[in-house]
């Protein structure tokens, strides 16, 4: 087997319709949703996963019905049962279902559902980098909320490839600063120093990102600034890459047609996969617990 998915209590083919047709996340993107990586049959960094979502939550006033140790055996029992030791695991939560009207449904029950997939890391891209189309991010001005509503990434996605690019990168054209990529954070390396997008309403605060700021950087003896900045501030650096839960550290080696420093992933942000890839194998989850 190499997916899994499941529903409101139920492990279901993904064949089989499951949504129902007033379902708010259905019909009006009204939910949230998170994205963890499985590695050797365990889910990596989930209590961090599981704080960002429940801010989410918080942030919409959607109603908590799984406590954290529920999701968890969850999230262990989807694992056993499809026998994927490496994957990415994708959950959501909608308000639930009710007649198509804006204000919040009182009382609301929110739908659960989450799949499994045996999706592997683009090794091949972490070895040659990517080339990112600079992109205007339409997005709304809630960004640190993960919702539903993705309508903004995904025109992103398809501008990307329609210039021939393997990802988006987006700016805020009104204010000239770089935000990220679709669902990764961004950062660049000029003069040896680490700089990435404050943590604000513009951007998600990434897992990788988080571990990255508190665990990575403190480690390599790297200066990290969260700070904005411009695109031509971008231009100038000496490396670039995106970090998220899919696919880890993607060099980004050019921006549209402008090569990034020499053109090749550069040598700092080897390091800072190398040292993931180490947090990978001690595991975070117990640290963060302390």
């Known amino acids: 087997m190499n997916e899994l998915a499941y529903i409101d209590g139920a492990f279901i083919d993904l064949k089989e319709y499951a949504v129902q047709l007033e379902d708010r996340g259905y019909q009006m993107g009204d939910g949230v949703y998170e994205m963890l990586r499985v590695y050797d049959g365990t889910c990596f960094a989930v209590k961090r996963h599981l704080d960002r979502y429940r801010r989410s939550m918080r942030e919409l006033s959607i109603p908590i019905t799984d406590t954290d140790e529920e999701l968890y055996h969850l999230f262990n029992e989807m694992i056993v049962k499809s026998d994927i030791k490496n994957g990415l695991l994708y959950f959501q939560l909608t308000r639930g279902t009710a007649p ?38 339409i997005r709304w001005l809630r960004c640190d909320i993960r919702t539903l509503n993705l309508l903004g990434n995904i025109l992103a996605a398809n501008q990307a490839r329609r210039a021939g690019a393997q990802a988006a990168l987006l700016y805020r054209k009104e204010n000239n600063f770089i935000t990220e990529g679709l669902d990764q954070s961004f950062f660049l390396v000029k003069d040896g120093v680490l700089w990435t997008h404050p943590a604000d309403a513009f951007i998600r605060d990434g897992v990788t990102r988080s571990l990255i700021k508190e ?76």
């Open 100 to 137: 198509r009207r804006y204000p919040f449904p009182e009382p609301s029950l929110p739908h659960l559902n989450a799949i499994l997939r045996d999706t592997p890391v683009r090794q091949d891209w972490q070895q040659s980098g990517i080339r990112a189309d600079l992109t205007e991010d």
């Open 215 to 290: 665990k990575i950087a403190p480690k390599l003896e790297l200066t990290l600034v969260e700070k904005k900045f411009s695109p031509e501030f971008l231009l100038k650096a000496e490396e670039a890459f995106l970090a998220g839960t899919e696919n880890e550290i993607i060099p980004v080696t050019a921006i549209s047609h402008t090569p990034i420093g020499a053109g090749q992933p550069g040598p700092i942000t080897q390091e800072i996969l190398t040292a993931l890839h180490a947090l990978v194998k001690e595991g975070v989850d117990q640290d963060d617990e302390e």
